[in-house]
């Protein structure tokens, strides 16, 4: 028996309901009497007792009782995925085309059905909600892909069956982070890491990429020791099993780590170590990511390669725009804003940081701010002073906000030079303390300097350049 994607909503089954109680309603809905439904299969009699639940057929007559019934094995088994797996498959080839709104518009009619115990209930339906959750965050809506995450995680926790719980789990690290709760990403990907017991092995699919992505939260909170150490455990131990993209994920953010310790010449390193070996495969997605780190890479090598990350960053889009989230979009137009600025086109690089930000919400603050960022220090060299001010401090509140300190502190002392550049030196040192306060440096600590010491000149504002991803 098939049934439509719209239909499949309404005939999903109780998965509460017994195995007796489901035969009933499935024959009385078919207006069939007892005798009707055993013909060839069972004596009446026994029909009446499966429906009280007294006995349990063999799964040799739950297959002719279901034939009699007109309906599938599945549907009279309790199994709620039947009917599901032709819009399942389609809407992850959508997805893998790059058009995930077309992938939810596939799985609309299932959503109402994707709880916690329905999504326990079997491997088919928890692709249904990986597959929705997937969507949702390619898309930009943080908030939903979170919810069906955490929904997926409990699933995994509650099934009896052997459920893929690893890439939900990576995935809820990682839009966590990227929606700037960087606490609850690190103690969900902690709490994976004891589940699977330490280092990483080649028993659990994902977990190269666990470390990768948990990595990447520690350095957005400005643990850069710990990230480095996290990333080299994996760098130095073993690559058989790995593949081409868990390992590139890990240069990856090494090579940003790396820049972020004041390494540039070794993140480059790394960088180019990544994009080699992501060339080797065919994961578009992949590539694009890696392709937009090397180029902030570059941006952070001294002097800054402007012209080489621009170049990378225009190969990159394409891809972007057919593979890649909208956050991963908006990250590269926040780079080439970056670049076009190096490149003294304020009014260019002005254009990408907006494009940036009409692709961001309030679900992506951290990227948020570093759009932010850019757009001020463009309308600053545009000469409009008080915008550059109200971009850099709502740039500064969002990372206050998102728990990453040290990119606010650099905010915060960009926003103190363009307050010292237009002579409001009250407001600089304002700016200034609110950037040790964010370093956690004591103001007591600081030494004044003598009143014949001018404030500095000429400097430029660049945009603060952190952005590590799995």
């Known amino acids: 028996?098939?049934?439509?994607?719209?239909?499949?909503?309404?005939?999903?089954?109780?998965?509460?309901?017994?195995?007796?109680?489901?035969?009933?309603?499935l024959r009385e809905a078919r207006r069939l009497t007892q005798a009707g439904v055993a013909r060839g299969v069972l004596h009446p009699s026994y029909i009446s007792l499966i429906e009280a639940d007294r006995?349990?057929?063999?799964?040799?007559?739950?297959?002719?009782?279901?034939?009699?019934?007109?309906?599938?094995?599945?549907?009279?088994?309790?199994?709620?995925?039947h009917d599901v797996a032709g819009p399942l498959a389609l809407a992850e080839a959508e997805r893998g085309l790059g058009r995930p709104a077309e992938a939810l518009?596939?799985?609309?009619?299932?959503?109402?059905?994707?709880?916690?115990?329905?999504?326990?209930?079997?491997?088919?339906?928890?692709?249904?909600?990986?597959?929705?959750?997937?969507?949702?965050?390619?898309?930009?809506?943080l908030d939903g892909a979170v919810s069906m995450y955490e929904r997926l995680r409990e699933a995994s926790d509650l099934s009896e069956e052997s459920l893929p719980w690893l890439p939900a789990t990576v995935a809820l690290v990682r839009c966590y982070r990227d929606a700037g709760d960087i606490s609850r990403a690190i103690d969900v990907g902690e709490d994976a890491v004891a589940r699977l017991h330490g280092a990483p092995t080649l028993e659990h699919d994902g977990h190269v990429t666990l470390i990768s992505t948990l990595s990447a939260a520690y350095a957005e909170r400005g643990d850069l020791l710990r990230a480095q150490l996290m990333l080299e455990d994996v760098l130095d131990g073993t690559t058989t099993g790995v593949s081409l993209d868990e390992r590139a994920g890990v240069l990856w953010n090494a090579s940003i780590t790396a820049v972020e310790r004041g390494n540039a010449g070794e993140g480059l390193r790394l960088a180019d170590q990544a994009v080699e070996l992501i060339s080797l495969g065919n994961n578009m997605r992949s590539r694009a990511g890696v392709m937009v780190a090397k180029a902030w890479v570059l941006l952070a090598q001294s002097p800054p390669r402007a012209k080489d990350a621009r170049a990378v960053l225009r190969q990159a889009l394409p891809l972007l725009r057919q593979h890649a989230s909208s956050l991963s979009l908006a990250s590269a137009e926040t780079e080439l804003a970056r670049a076009e600025l190096l490149l003294a086109r304020p009014e260019v690089a002005r254009r990408h940081a907006t494009n940036s930000l009409k692709r961001l919400g309030p679900d992506h603050p951290i990227e948020?701010?570093?759009?932010?960022?850019?757009?001020?220090?463009?309308?600053?060299?545009?000469g409009s002073p008080r915008d550059a001010r109200d971009f850099l401090g709502e740039a500064a509140s969002l990372l206050e906000s998102a728990q990453a300190p040290?990119?606010?502190?650099?905010?915060?002392?960009?926003?103190?030079?363009?307050?010292?550049?237009?002579?409001?030196?009250?407001?600089?040192?304002?700016?200034?303390?609110?950037?040790?306060?964010?370093?956690?440096?004591?103001?007591?600590?600081?030494?004044?300097?003598?009143?014949?010491?001018?404030?500095?000149?000429?400097?430029?504002?660049?945009?603060?350049?952190?952005?590590?991803t799995a």
């Open 1 to 25: 028996m098939t049934a439509t994607p719209g239909r499949v909503r309404d005939s999903l089954p109780d998965i509460h309901e017994s195995f007796g109680a489901r035969l009933k309603r």
């Open 55 to 81: 006995r349990v057929p063999t799964p040799e007559v739950v297959q002719a009782l279901a034939a009699n019934l007109g309906v599938s094995v599945a549907e009279l088994s309790g199994d709620p995925v």
């Open 105 to 141: 518009d596939l799985l609309a009619s299932f959503v109402d059905d994707l709880s916690v115990e329905t999504c326990a209930s079997g491997s088919l339906m928890f692709r249904v909600g990986m597959a929705q959750a997937v969507a949702l965050e390619r898309l930009g809506d």
């Open 368 to 382: 948020r701010a570093r759009a932010l960022t850019a757009l001020g220090a463009a309308v600053w060299a545009l």
């Open 406 to 468: 040290r990119q606010a502190a650099a905010v915060w002392r960009q926003l103190s030079d363009v307050y010292r550049s237009d002579g409001d030196f009250t407001r600089a040192m304002a700016a200034a303390d609110k950037a040790m306060d964010a370093t956690g440096l004591p103001r007591e600590t600081v030494v004044a300097l003598p009143a014949s010491a001018g404030p500095a000149r000429g400097r430029s504002v660049a945009s603060s350049h952190n952005h590590g």
